[in-house]
Nanobody, 122 residues
Framework: QVHVVESGGGLVQPGGSLRLSCAASGSIVSIRAMGWYRQAPGKQRELVATINSGGSTNYANSVKGRFTISGENAKNTVYLQMNSLKPEDTAVYYC????????????????WGQGTQVTVSN
């Protein structure tokens, strides 16, 4: 059993900042990568940022220079620092973890959190 839990969403004014956290727990053997995705109303879910076990990161063009993803391997936790937020950043943000478990040691599977709402508005 694996649990992925996000926290840190909320309402913020344009230009403001938020920090999202995501923790994976359960029968985890190793985490290959973790990432953040978002889905705005009426739109498809899109990649925001990812980080792999080696620390390499990847960002959507729309958030480069404003968002920073980081991780704490020992805590199976990843963070998303979001600065200079814009109304178009409004969405439900989902955490994803690609990991192996004690039930499937050799095969990495992806697990999703329930999502956290981020609203950027006056």
């Amino acid at each position: 059993q694996v649990h992925v839990v996000e926290s840190g969403g909320g309402l913020v004014q344009p230009g403001g900042s938020l920090r999202l956290s995501c923790a994976a727990s359960g029968s985890i053997v190793s985490i290959r990568a973790m990432g953040w995705y978002r889905q705005a109303p009426g739109k498809q879910r899109e990649l925001v940022a990812t980080i792999n076990s080696g620390g390499s990161t990847n960002y959507a063009n729309s958030v480069k220079g404003r968002f920073t993803i980081s991780g704490e391997n020992a805590k199976n936790t990843v963070y998303l620092q979001m600065n200079s937020l814009k109304p178009e950043d409004t969405a439900v943000y989902y955490c994803n973890a690609a990991l192996t478990t004690t039930q499937a040691i050799g095969v990495a599977q992806r697990y999703w959190g329930q999502g956290t709402q981020v609203t950027v508005s006056n």
